[in-house]
């Protein structure tokens, strides 16, 4: 059984940067694209970041564009966010997810990012 894994989230201030990881394990993987999603609090779940894994093809919620970066390792297996220029706005639990034909069937646990003003 194929399991998500989140690491990397953590306390950081405004205008600071933080990279989120998501490790994927298990026999076999084989989602076509993988992507983050953040839940804040009383808010509902919004798309993040979202990469392919065969053509590295990248899409990003308007709120995180030109500040937030989305990669895949080479292996295609773990999932980077690299952050930059956080704002308050910004802190939610942020979730990994894989998924193909059009649906992330796959999710991880979460990680707290948490951007102080």
């Known amino acids: 059984q194929v399991q998500l894994v989140e690491s990397g989230g953590g306390l950081v201030q405004a205008g600071g940067s933080l990279t989120l990881s998501c490790a994927a394990s298990?026999?076999?993987?084989?989602?076509?694209?993988m992507g983050w999603f953040r839940r804040a609090p009383g808010k509902e779940r919004e798309f993040v970041a979202g990469i392919t894994l065969g053509d590295s093809r990248t899409a990003y919620g308007n709120s995180v564009k030109g500040r937030f970066t989305v990669s895949r390792s080479s292996a295609k297996t773990t999932l980077y966010l690299q952050m930059s220029s956080l704002e308050p706005e910004d802190t939610a639990v942020y979730y990994c997810?894989?998924?193909?034909?059009?649906?992330?069937?796959?999710w991880g646990q979460g990680t707290q990012v948490t951007v102080s003003s």
């Open positions: 298990g026999r076999t993987f084989r989602s076509a694209y």
């Open positions: 997810a894989a998924g193909s034909r059009g649906v992330y069937d796959l």
